[in-house]
């Protein structure tokens, strides 16, 4: 076999690796000690501030992985084994979003006060990334149907300038 085969096996290998990673699975993080940081540990140290701190540190997560679309943060939930994000609708100033999966189940069944502010405030600062307008996601907890519901809302009378950005999060 020579060089220039071997360099093409190889190159197909290493792209069937990536393409391997990109493709949704099951989470990789034992959802044990998943679970034990966020529906155990971080509510008793946080208390009655577990949620706004959640919804904070989503927005700081959001800020260090940016995203380049809507659709890109369905892949980030899946990597991040938060579940599979899906849009319902997409309006002018809206978007409904459903998080589901076996993670959302499973925590919903032995965790019935789980938060998943964390994964609001993601959404929240990605999509005001992207419209570059203040950006809120309220969500609904749907335990018996085992899912949650972001409605993501923006105003477009409150635009975030870059100069706007820099100055807000450099604080």
């Given amino acids: 076999m020579s060089n220039q085969q071997t360099e093409t096996q190889q190159e197909i290998v290493e792209s069937e690796e990536i393409n391997q990673t990109d493709t949704p699975q099951a989470p990789t993080t034992p959802y044990f000690g ?6 155990v540990l971080i509510p008793e140290l946080l208390s009655n501030d577990t949620n706004e701190i959640s919804y904070w540190a989503g927005k700081q ?8 679309s809507v659709e890109e943060i ?15 609708k997409t ?3 809206n978007i409904e979003m459903e998080l589901t999966g076996e993670v959302v189940k499973r925590r ?10 964390l994964e609001a405030g993601f959404v929240a600062e990605q999509v005001q990334q992207l419209k570059n307008c203040l950006t809120e996601t309220y969500l609904t907890n749907k335990e018996k ?19 706007t950005r820099t100055e807000r999060y450099k604080k």
Avoid: C, M
Avoid at 34 to 39: E, G, I, T
Avoid at 74 to 88: M, N, P, R, Y
Avoid at 109 to 116: D, G, I, Q, V
Avoid at 147 to 160: A, E, G, N, T, Y
């Fill in 34 to 39: 998943y679970s034990l940081l966020r529906d």
């Fill in 108 to 117: 919903f069944t032995e965790y019935p006060n789980s938060s998943f502010h």
């Fill in 145 to 163: 149907a085992d899912k949650v519901l972001f409605s993501v809302q923006w105003d477009k009378k409150d635009i975030i300038t870059p100069e």
């Fill in 61 to 68: 997560l959001a800020r260090k992985f940016p995203l380049s």
């Fill in 91 to 93: 309006e002018k100033y």
């Fill in 74 to 88: 369905s892949g980030f939930f899946v990597k991040a084994g938060w579940g599979q994000l899906t849009i319902l």
